[in-house]
């Protein structure tokens, strides 16, 4: 049953914790993503990874740190550096030679 | 900014009616893709249209591009009470190479009503 896994759907934190998002996929792509949507908003890219052990940021990427030690794995931490964490969070995959995304469930982080 | 815009923000209709949304964006494409997102779900590809493509079909979905006028649409015939959702438009901006990120709009929401 291939597919992008992530975990936990809610999540919930005290301000100035970190917290860390994990992404799991099995469909063999070589690129990955992480969005931030907030309500009303579109997609807004933070971090993505064409290759493991390299990663790129986004647009939005203070704050925010990931690592790619593993081709399925790309975990996102949300540092106390974010001022506003609260959001939903959405990570995607890409084959090498494709174009279109596959997404995540997301997960959904309630900072307090 | 390189994102594509939609319009119109929300869209409500009627069961059996047909949904047309739009979208703009600023830079040369090598591609772009229309999304489908459930409230609280994550985002489901639905179609890509390349640059020198006009107008594609996938079921009940057609897509169009305008590339010198830098639009899309996206037309839902027949539409289901089960079409409803956000539905974004993305642009692969023209670059010379795949992997790369994807530029997304903030969406149209649709509502369709049994």
């Known amino acids: 049953d291939g597919g992008i896994t992530q975990s936990p759907k809610y999540l919930f934190r005290k301000e100035g914790q970190n917290v860390t998002l994990s992404c799991e996929q099995n469909?063999?792509?070589?690129?990955m993503y992480w969005y931030r949507q907030d309500p009303g908003q579109g997609l807004r890219l933070i971090y993505y990874s064409q290759i493991v052990n390299d990663f790129q940021k986004g647009d939005i990427a203070e704050g925010y740190s990931v690592s790619r030690e593993k081709k399925e794995s790309f975990p996102l931490t949300v540092t106390s550096a974010q001022k506003n964490p609260t959001a939903f969070y959405l990570c995607a995959s890409s084959a090498r030679g494709a174009y279109e995304q596959y997404f995540g469930p997301g997960t959904r982080l309630t900072v307090t | 900014s390189q994102q594509g815009e939609e319009d119109p923000q929300a869209l409500s209709i009627q069961e059996g009616e047909n949904a047309t949304m739009n979208c703009s964006y600023k830079t040369s494409i090598n591609n772009l893709q229309w999304y489908r997102q459930n409230s609280g779900r994550g985002l489901v590809h639905l179609i890509l249209?390349?640059?020198?493509?006009r107008e594609k079909h996938s079921g009940r979905l057609r897509v169009t591009l305008d590339t010198s006028k830098k639009s899309s649409s996206l037309l839902i015939t027949a539409s289901r009470a089960a079409d409803t959702a956000s539905y974004f438009c993305a642009t692969d901006p023209d670059r010379g190479s795949t992997l790369g990120r994807l530029y997304f709009g903030r969406g149209t929401q649709l509502t369709v009503w049994p």
């Open positions: 249209i390349r640059s020198n493509e």
């Open positions: 469909l063999n792509h070589d690129a």
